[in-house]
């Protein structure tokens, strides 16, 4: 598999996610902290996620993608732009809906410059609760995703439970 990547850019009001490999829950902690800060942006006016270099999304990384359409629905103008070409990756935002809240293009954005967004470690409590906000995320935007979903957030909040029992 391709080593995942994610790398951002922003410019002239428009933050651009490109994400390249096989994204996996590893990044999930990097995805949540890109969510929180587009929430934030005070002059954002679009978004863009590049998905051309994609080679496999799991749930808990649609899980953040669909956390960053819905952190900035009310803030800009239009939905976010996805861009992206592999028939799986179009596939599961067909199955899992984001076409309601994204809109998908395969026309590339000009060429921008990319940082490297450093990869945010997490230990295994902090990953629970990634996984589990990124699949309640998933639940709200379908009744297929809840029904899909909602047997693993129910495992994940009993082991959440099991692990940090009440004093």
Do not use: W
């Amino acid at each position: 598999m391709t080593e995942a990547r994610i790398q951002a850019a922003y410019v002239d009001h428009v933050f651009i996610l490109k994400l390249t490999g096989d994204v996996r829950l590893t990044l999930c902690a990097t995805l949540d902290q890109q969510a929180r800060a587009l929430s934030e942006l005070r002059d954002l006016k679009d978004v863009i996620i590049d998905l051309r270099e994609v080679v496999n999304l799991d749930s808990t990384s649609l899980g953040f993608l669909a956390k960053i359409a819905l952190a900035v629905k009310a803030r800009i103008d239009r939905q976010p732009v996805v861009i992206a070409s592999h028939p799986d990756v179009l596939r599961m935002f067909d199955v899992m809906g984001f076409r309601h809240y994204v809109s998908l293009s395969e026309v590339p954005p000009e060429q921008q410059e990319f940082h490297d967004l450093p990869v945010v470690d997490t230990d295994e409590a902090g990953l629970r609760e990634r996984i589990l906000d990124a699949h309640r995320t998933l639940m709200t935007l379908n009744e297929r995703n809840k029904s899909e979903f909602q047997p693993l957030v129910d495992l994940l909040e009993l082991q959440r439970f099991d692990a940090d029992p009440p004093s």
